[in-house]
């Protein structure tokens, strides 16, 4: 997902797979720390196994540091190859630059 906003330093992110961030439901969350803590599940997941359907909305985060948001909506989804393909279709203005200019004093 990163990626889709030109952002390319890897950094902690995680997704809710009920639309909330930092949701109170342990079974919608999904993380990519370094070392996941008990009862975690890991961000790393095959898209085709989270039962995604049309219309679903998920909570992205990224660099859990400066929390990056981003709310996603499942627009359409079909079968390739028995795996399905994430894909961005739309987008609604210009992603934030990751790292702004720094600003010398």
Do not use: N
Request: proline share 8%; with cysteine; charged share 30%.
């Amino acid at each position: 997902m990163r990626l889709a906003f030109g952002w390319a330093d890897q950094h902690l992110y995680a997704f809710w797979t009920d639309g909330e961030f930092w949701s109170q439901d342990p079974e919608a969350g999904y993380w990519a720390p370094f070392e996941l803590e008990e009862g975690q599940r890991t961000a790393r997941v095959p898209v085709g196994e989270l039962g995604l359907r049309k219309g679903k909305k998920l909570a992205y985060l990224f660099d859990f540091g400066d929390e990056w948001r981003a709310m996603l909506r499942v627009v359409d989804s079909w079968e390739i190859e028995d795996e399905s393909c994430p894909m961005l279709v739309e987008a609604e203005g210009a992603p934030p630059r990751q790292y702004p200019p720094f600003e010398e004093e």
